[in-house]
């Protein structure tokens, strides 16, 4: 089971993406945190408080990582850096933007950074890409405001896991 979370930063991939795992026990890889750890990146953008990195490293990297691994849950907002996986499932988390605010504002983003996750929140930027790049066959998750609890979140998740 190949299963993709993704969605703008903040919205709770990596907190889902580490359920999931745990319930069906399988291998998760944050790839934010992946690229940090194994130094993927080139440079540092300060204004935007992220690391810039090339997605074809960053493929060639997974590719070694994930060999031979027929299981696993990969979370990120860049879905075009796992365009080389052939999900099982694919989700895309929404939530309400006042939400999201809040959110990465107590993770401390600076002004920059919340209104660019704000924006591709509201503008669907995520959606497009997943689309782009895998057609349109994928979970949206969250209520019709984009929002919605953890315990609901897992509910729908399991639904539309339940044939897997």
Same mark, same amino acid.
Not at 1 to 9: A, E, F, Q
Not at 29 to 34: K, M
Not at 90 to 99: P, Y
């Given at each position: 089971?190949?299963?993709?979370?993704?969605?703008?930063?903040?919205?709770?991939?990596?907190?889902?993406?580490?359920?999931?795992?745990?319930?069906?026990?399988?291998?998760?890889? /944050?790839?934010?945190?992946?690229?940090?750890?194994?130094?993927?990146?080139?440079?540092?953008?300060?204004?935007?408080?992220? =690391?810039?990195?090339?997605?074809?490293?960053?493929? /060639?990297?997974?590719?070694?990582?994930? *060999?031979?691994?027929?299981?696993?849950?990969?979370?990120?907002?860049?879905?075009? =850096?796992?365009?080389?996986?052939?999900?099982? *499932?694919?989700?895309?988390?929404?939530?309400?933007?006042?939400?999201?605010?809040?959110?990465?504002?107590?993770?401390?983003?600076?002004?920059?950074?919340? *209104? /660019?996750?704000?924006? =591709?929140?509201?503008?669907?930027?995520?959606?497009?890409?997943?689309?782009?790049?895998?057609? /349109?066959?994928?979970?949206?998750?969250?209520?019709?405001?984009? =929002?919605?609890?953890? *315990?609901?979140?897992?509910?729908?998740?399991?639904?539309?896991?339940?044939?897997?």
């Amino acid at each position: 089971m190949k299963i993709l979370i993704t969605g703008s930063p903040g919205v709770g991939k990596t907190t889902i993406s580490k359920l999931i795992a745990e319930k069906f026990n399988i291998k998760h890889v /944050e790839l934010s945190r992946y690229i940090k750890d194994n130094q993927l990146y080139e440079s540092y953008d300060k204004d935007f408080d992220t =690391c810039i990195f090339d997605e074809d490293i960053v493929q /060639e990297s997974l590719v070694e990582h994930l *060999k031979g691994v027929d299981s696993f849950v990969v979370d990120t907002h860049s879905p075009e =850096c796992v365009s080389f996986i052939e999900f099982d *499932k694919i989700f895309i988390l929404k939530l309400e933007s006042d939400i999201l605010f809040k959110r990465l504002k107590q993770r401390g983003y600076n002004d920059k950074k919340i *209104k /660019e996750n704000i924006n =591709c929140e509201i503008f669907g930027v995520v959606e497009e890409s997943v689309e782009e790049i895998f057609g /349109e066959d994928y979970f949206l998750v969250g209520d019709s405001e984009g =929002c919605i609890t953890q *315990k609901a979140m897992l509910k729908q998740l399991k639904e539309f896991t339940k044939d897997i």
